[in-house]
């Protein structure tokens, strides 16, 4: 039986997980009884927010028009950039893939990026234009774009409507026709790349191979490349799309196995698993790892959970591997573990399966970048934590990081995307006209664009603009870091690094926020912002009123300034020696409305 094994690659919302369904539905692979929509979502927080966050791999078979039967390995990937990571991993495990574009918006930001992973991986490309009963379809217009902008021939662009099942079947026609099957020999030693792994309680770790040569099943005793460790085959085979054991895995299928791996450590991500007896020469090239680019501290609200914590990120670890974890101590909010993160989503979706999957209750600290910081002594060093900042006097420079910002909008969105782009410090490298739509290429402080430039830039376009980025360098900025002092203490969990133009603006909303949040005591309490010794704002939280001249009927002035005099003498003794408890509340207050 031949194979074919291919992805399904978008932009975010240009309708994979549909496409899926419809392909799920046309090869029979789920009961009527079991059927749903987004059938690939599998975790609960990807049916509640209509994204998809893991890549889901699922075997089907299709008879074809010519009468024979194809096994097809299919792969639904993320279309969100802060996914990309998952996208990537997934295309290692195949040889071509299905490039959704919406016929009514056309190539958007991450149908490029996702398209030249494809390609740069040597995958063969088929086009599918979705959403063809939509009034605004414009089916030649997106070929056009397609082959304008990403360079991909569209001779083979199959017209479709994944909400209707319209011209699915030849979509799965294409498939068989122009997607190559894999290459490999039986005979060869086992080569299999982990491309994604599970936690199970009672099975230990399950990874999820393909298989490039030779053969796994059951009892087979296996080596992993990287870590040299030897384990015995417990039970083999492949998604459907819940788990179904199978005799073995052969060349070019995709499946999983298990081998009662207890220590998460002992499988990586991107490994190659070949036979302990018989060891292959030629590992499979892996992943890179994942950079994180943001940065956030998570604390339990219960330090007695600190152990369950860090149990429950390895777990998580092991099925996502681009976020990576430290731990860190804050004198505000106690243990806790300093994350990384490929973006905003990334880090607020981890902190959702964190407090669902393992019932965690967590604060998240400011999300920041890295910074790259030199001292007068001439020492480098990284600085991921705002804390961790020495003070200005002994500061040579800091460095952050800047990336290559691609930006596509209707024409009209133009202007106030601009005006948006240079309030966020960005630097304009081009601009490109693909029909009515403009492409907007600027070089922009990724920590300027980590906390509400997304939602502005669509809020300001519509709904229309959509966005990508990619690394480019650190460069020396003037930045300075901005400390929150709570009744004269530093609260060392709300520092920020901001650009020294900016210094006021953020530093007069965190004190009016912190304001607002913390409660009132018997004395008046200063909330200021400082840079260094320098007190950029304040805002002061004021004292409870004892009505010490109630008991005061008439009589003399001088009684009365005799109370006031004393009460006033006792609020100050009371400030020297009370100490304000700043509650969480006040850090989540301040922390989540950051921008």
Same mark, same amino acid.
């Given at each position: 039986?031949?194979?074919?094994?291919?992805?399904?690659?978008?932009?975010?919302?240009?309708?994979?997980?549909?496409?899926?369904?419809?392909?799920?539905?046309?090869?029979?692979?789920?009961?009527?009884?079991?059927?749903?929509d987004?059938?690939?979502?599998?975790?609960?927080?990807?049916?509640?927010?209509?994204?998809?966050?893991?890549?889901?791999?699922?075997?089907?078979?299709?008879?074809?028009?010519?009468?024979?039967?194809?096994?097809?390995?299919?792969?639904?990937?993320?279309?969100?950039?802060?996914?990309?990571?998952?996208?990537?991993?997934?295309?290692?495990?195949?040889?071509?893939?299905?490039?959704?574009?919406?016929?009514?918006?056309?190539?958007?930001a991450?149908?490029?990026?996702?398209?030249?992973?494809?390609?740069?991986?040597?995958?063969?490309?088929?086009?599918?234009?979705?959403?063809?009963?939509?009034?605004a379809?414009?089916?030649?217009?997106?070929?056009?774009?397609?082959e304008?902008?990403?360079?991909?021939?569209?001779?083979?662009?199959?017209?479709?409507?994944?909400?209707?099942?319209?011209?699915?079947?030849?979509?799965?026609?294409?498939?068989?026709?122009?997607?190559?099957?894999?290459?490999?020999?039986?005979?060869?030693?086992?080569?299999?790349?982990? &491309?994604?792994?599970v936690?199970? $309680?009672?099975?230990?770790?399950?990874?999820?191979? /393909?298989? *490039? %040569?030779?053969?796994?099943? #059951?009892?087979?005793?296996?080596?992993?490349?990287?870590?040299?460790?030897?384990?015995?085959?417990?039970?083999?085979?492949?998604?459907?799309?819940?788990?179904?054991?199978?005799?073995?895995?052969?060349?070019?299928?995709?499946?999983?196995?298990?081998?009662?791996?207890?220590?998460?450590?002992?499988?990586?991500?991107?490994?190659?698993?070949?036979?302990?007896?018989?060891?292959?020469?030629?590992?499979?090239?892996?992943?890179?790892?994942?950079?994180?680019?943001?940065?956030?501290?998570?604390?339990?609200?219960?330090?007695?959970?600190?152990?369950?914590?860090?149990?429950?990120?390895?777990?998580?670890?092991?099925?996502?591997?681009?976020?990576?974890?430290e731990?860190?101590?804050?004198?505000?909010?106690?243990?806790g573990?300093?994350?990384? &993160?490929?973006?905003?989503?990334? $880090?607020?979706?981890?902190?959702?399966?964190?407090? /669902?999957? *393992? %019932?965690?209750?967590?604060? #998240?600290?400011?999300?920041?970048?890295?910074?790259?910081?030199?001292?007068?002594?001439?020492?480098?060093?990284?600085?991921?934590?705002?804390?961790?900042?020495?003070?200005?006097?002994?500061?040579?420079?800091?460095?952050?990081?800047?990336?290559?910002?691609?930006?596509?909008?209707?024409?009209?969105?133009?202007g106030?995307?601009?005006?948006?782009l240079?309030?966020?410090?960005?630097?304009?490298?081009?601009m490109?006209?693909?029909?009515?739509?403009?492409?907007?290429?600027?070089?922009?402080?990724f920590?300027?664009?980590?906390?509400?430039?997304?939602?502005?830039?669509?809020?300001?376009?519509?709904?229309?603009?959509?966005?990508?980025?990619?690394?480019?360098?650190?460069?020396?900025?003037?930045?300075?870091?901005?400390?929150?002092?709570?009744?004269?203490?530093k609260?060392? $969990?709300?520092?920020?690094?901001?650009?020294?133009?900016?210094?006021? %603006?953020?530093?007069?909303?965190?004190?009016?926020?912190?304001?607002?949040?913390?409660?009132?005591?018997?004395?008046?309490?200063?909330?200021?912002?400082a840079?260094?010794?320098?007190?950029?704002?304040?805002?002061?939280?004021?004292?409870?009123?004892?009505?010490?001249?109630?008991?005061?009927?008439?009589?003399?002035?001088?009684?009365?300034?005799?109370?006031?005099?004393?009460?006033?003498?006792?609020?100050?003794?009371?400030?020297?020696?009370?100490?304000?408890?700043?509650?969480?509340?006040?850090?989540?207050?301040?922390?989540?409305?950051?921008?």
């Amino acid at each position: 039986m031949e194979i074919r094994n291919f992805s399904i690659i978008a932009h975010v919302d240009h309708g994979k997980s549909t496409l899926a369904d419809r392909i799920l539905e046309l090869t029979e692979s789920v009961s009527e009884r079991d059927r749903r929509d987004q059938m690939l979502d599998s975790l609960e927080l990807e049916r509640e927010r209509g994204i998809t966050i893991k890549a889901t791999p699922m075997r089907l078979y299709y008879r074809s028009d010519a009468g024979a039967t194809y096994q097809f390995n299919l792969i639904d990937t993320p279309g969100h950039v802060d996914f990309n990571y998952e996208v990537s991993r997934a295309l290692g495990a195949c040889e071509g893939v299905l490039l959704v574009i919406d016929a009514a918006q056309g190539v958007e930001a991450q149908t490029i990026q996702n398209a030249y992973l494809a390609a740069d991986g040597g995958l063969e490309i088929l086009p599918v234009i979705n959403k063809i009963d939509l009034p605004a379809a414009n089916v030649p217009g997106a070929i056009e774009e397609l082959e304008e902008i990403i360079g991909v021939p569209g001779d083979h662009a199959v017209p479709v409507s994944a909400k209707t099942g319209e011209n699915v079947r030849a979509v799965l026609e294409a498939v068989v026709q122009h997607l190559p099957g894999p290459q490999g020999e039986r005979d060869a030693p086992l080569r299999a790349l982990i &491309f994604d792994a599970v936690y199970d $309680a009672y099975q230990g770790v399950i990874a999820f191979i /393909r298989v *490039f %040569d030779g053969t796994i099943k #059951a009892k087979d005793r296996v080596l992993i490349h990287s870590t040299g460790k030897v384990m015995e085959v417990e039970r083999v085979g492949f998604f459907c799309p819940e788990p179904t054991v199978a005799a073995e895995l052969g060349v070019g299928e995709v499946g999983w196995f298990t081998a009662g791996i207890k220590e998460i450590a002992d499988t990586q991500i991107g490994d190659t698993v070949t036979s302990a007896d018989r060891p292959t020469d030629r590992p499979v090239p892996g992943f890179k790892p994942a950079m994180p680019v943001v940065f956030s501290g998570l604390y339990p609200t219960d330090t007695e959970d600190y152990p369950r914590l860090r149990e429950a990120l390895e777990k998580l670890r092991l099925n996502d591997a681009a976020f990576s974890f430290e731990p860190e101590t804050s004198e505000a909010l106690g243990f806790g573990f300093r994350c990384g &993160f490929l973006g905003l989503l990334h $880090a607020d979706i981890v902190q959702a399966r964190l407090e /669902r999957e *393992f %019932d965690l209750s967590l604060i #998240a600290t400011a999300p920041g970048v890295v910074y790259k910081v030199v001292t007068t002594d001439g020492a480098a060093f990284d600085v991921q934590n705002p804390s961790e900042l020495p003070t200005p006097d002994r500061l040579e420079s800091i460095a952050e990081p800047f990336v290559a910002l691609s930006v596509f909008l209707p024409e009209e969105y133009v202007g106030s995307a601009m005006g948006l782009l240079q309030e966020k410090r960005g630097e304009m490298k081009d601009m490109v006209y693909h029909g009515h739509r403009v492409e907007l290429r600027y070089e922009v402080p990724f920590g300027e664009i980590l906390y509400d430039f997304h939602d502005r830039l669509k809020s300001l376009s519509r709904g229309y603009a959509s966005m990508d980025y990619r690394f480019l360098e650190y460069r020396a900025g003037d930045l300075v870091k901005i400390d929150v002092l709570v009744n004269e203490e530093k609260v060392d $969990a709300l520092s920020i690094i901001a650009h020294r133009d900016k210094a006021y %603006d953020v530093g007069r909303r965190m004190v009016d926020r912190m304001a607002e949040v913390i409660p009132r005591q018997m004395f008046s309490i200063p909330v200021q912002a400082a840079i260094g010794g320098k007190i950029l704002a304040r805002a002061t939280v004021k004292a409870f009123r004892k009505d010490v001249l109630a008991k005061c009927y008439g009589g003399d002035i001088t009684r009365k300034k005799k109370l006031l005099e004393k009460q006033k003498k006792g609020k100050a003794r009371m400030k020297q020696i009370g100490t304000v408890e700043v509650p969480q509340e006040a850090f989540l207050a301040v922390l989540s409305t950051e921008e």
